[in-house]
Antibody, heavy 121, light 106 residues
């Protein structure tokens, strides 16, 4: 059974750094992309980026390029999303999900439970 | 950048069919997938590659894609189908989500 288990909720102050995680199990971690998706309170889904854990090839959404860093450690089947300096506007639920990309077809197959990040002074 | 447009809301009576549209330039030349997200839960894939259902998704969910519009259809809508629905495509090395449609079953 494919499972993506995300790290717990975080409460941070503006300017602080943060790294959240997504641990995968039940499939070959290095064979599929993993993506990150933001959902601000009461809003829709926003794609942040994807990473291919086998070689760490990463594609960022232009909206998030330079704002976050996506990484993966294939030795422990875990993907990460990190910020160096949080802003109040980073307050959101963050989801990781496996991403299948074959030619022109794409989909997020399996989703984590989400990590709620709250940034407040 | 590529954009996908969905109606903000759709209402349907129980047992009736519901259709949710997703529009984009020449969308029929791309592959679309659909997710639903119930309140307080993670999104779930319900249709991929325009019209394929993942294992475990009921047959009442179907999809089509032609011209500039993709459509998710739920035949015999049930109260449990009340959720937000999002379309998604891949364009120029970018994942694109529609803005989402709130389906209300009343």
């Amino acid at each position: 059974e494919v499972q993506l288990v995300q790290s717990g909720a975080e409460v941070k102050k503006p300017g602080e750094s943060l790294k959240i995680s997504c641990k995968a199990s039940g499939y070959s971690f290095t064979s599929y992309w993993i993506g990150w998706v933001r959902q601000m309170p009461g809003k829709g889904l926003e794609w942040m980026g994807i990473i291919f854990p086998s070689d760490s090839d990463t594609i960022y959404s232009p909206s998030f390029q330079g704002q976050v860093t996506i990484s993966a450690d294939k030795s422990i089947n875990t993907a990460y999303l990190q910020w160096s300096s949080l802003k109040a506007s980073d307050t959101a639920m963050y989801y990781c999900a496996t991403f299948s990309l074959v030619g022109a077809t794409s989909r997020f197959d399996y989703w984590g439970q989400g990590t709620l990040v709250t940034v407040s002074s | 950048s590529y954009e996908l447009t969905q109606p903000p809301s759709v209402s349907v009576s129980p047992g009736q069919p519901a259709s949710i549209t997703c529009s984009g330039d020449k969308l029929g030349k791309k592959y679309i997938c659909w997710y639903h997200q119930k309140a307080g839960q993670s999104p779930v894939l319900v249709i991929y590659q325009d019209n394929k259902r993942p294992s475990g998704i009921p047959e009442r969910f179907s999809g089509s894609n032609s011209g500039n519009t993709a459509t998710l259809t739920i035949s015999g809508t049930q109260a449990m189908d009340e959720a937000d629905y999002y379309c998604q495509a891949w364009d120029s090395n970018t994942v694109v989500f529609g803005g989402g449609t709130k389906l209300t079953v009343l």
